[in-house]
């Protein structure tokens, strides 16, 4: 049997895109997610996205890490997006449904997709650091030079730490500048660095806004594969109208033999 799966990328942050609409991919097959997001011996991916048939919404977005974990993505989210519109079950428009949810999303003609998180009603500050959840868990500790620290040996210090161990958090590296951050992320699921986790800029977009005690705006956050931005709004209960923006591209179009 063959897959036809086709591969995108948001701002460096990869996935295996698949159909499912008509249920040709049997989703508790753990070893085959796994095999195909391999790097080394399958197609190489952040996670793999399977696209299915959602009755009252457009579409239905199953994600997986690639160690076959499930959690939200917010560039798979964007990505799943930009797919949909190619399979012509979207147009400029979507409401779907993901691991945390509904969302709602925009697709521009340049393939700029906008997608609403949901709102954000707290937010835990330490010394040094912010802890957020944006659909996934996310420690975001601030430091002078982001291009040195060694993001792997660090991340996975947090990530392993006694508090988060048993159910694990995304670590994100973050420079704040007045109108601009500069992150990355080691990323729970992938366990590893990973170019750019959409749930994690918004997180430290966030954490910027909380730092400067803004009520609105929009901010620049330049990860290792590239530039989203996020606007939002905040009041007496905590942060909404968020929308994490950028880019999602095609890749390429390819068959897995199973």
């Not at 990530?159 to 729970?188: C, L």
Request: charged content about 25%; overall charge negative.
């Amino acid at each position: 049997m063959k897959l036809t799966f086709y591969k995108y990328q948001g701002t460096g942050n990869d996935f295996v895109m698949i159909d499912n609409r008509e249920g040709v991919f049997d989703k508790s097959n753990i070893e085959l997610i796994q095999k195909m997001c391999d790097r080394k011996f399958g197609i190489g991916a952040d996670g793999l996205i399977l696209i299915e048939n959602m009755n009252d919404l457009d579409f239905n977005m199953v994600y997986f890490n690639s160690d076959g974990s499930q959690s939200f993505c917010g560039n798979g989210s964007r990505c799943a997006v930009a797919f949909a519109k190619f399979l012509g079950i979207i147009h400029s428009q979507a409401y779907f449904n993901s691991t945390d949810g509904e969302h709602e999303a925009w697709i521009n003609a340049n393939g700029e997709v906008s997608l609403k998180m949901h709102d954000v009603a707290a937010i835990e500050k330490g010394d040094g650091y912010y802890f957020i959840n944006t659909g996934s868990p996310h420690y975001i500790e601030e430091v002078k030079n982001v291009k040195e620290i060694n993001v792997y040996e660090k991340g996975k210090e947090v990530r392993y730490n006694d508090r988060f161990k048993a159910e694990g958090t995304n670590v994100n590296f973050v420079k704040y500048n007045q109108e601009e951050i500069d992150i990355r992320t080691y990323e729970r699921g992938v366990e590893d660095e990973t170019l750019s986790c959409g749930t994690g800029v918004t997180a430290a977009a966030l954490s910027w806004a909380d730092k400067f005690k803004l009520t609105s705006g929009k901010v620049k956050v330049n990860s290792q594969g590239g530039e989203l931005s996020v606007a939002f709004k905040r009041n007496e209960n905590g942060f909404n109208d968020i929308w994490l923006i950028g880019p999602a591209t095609f890749v390429f179009k390819g068959e897995y033999k199973v």
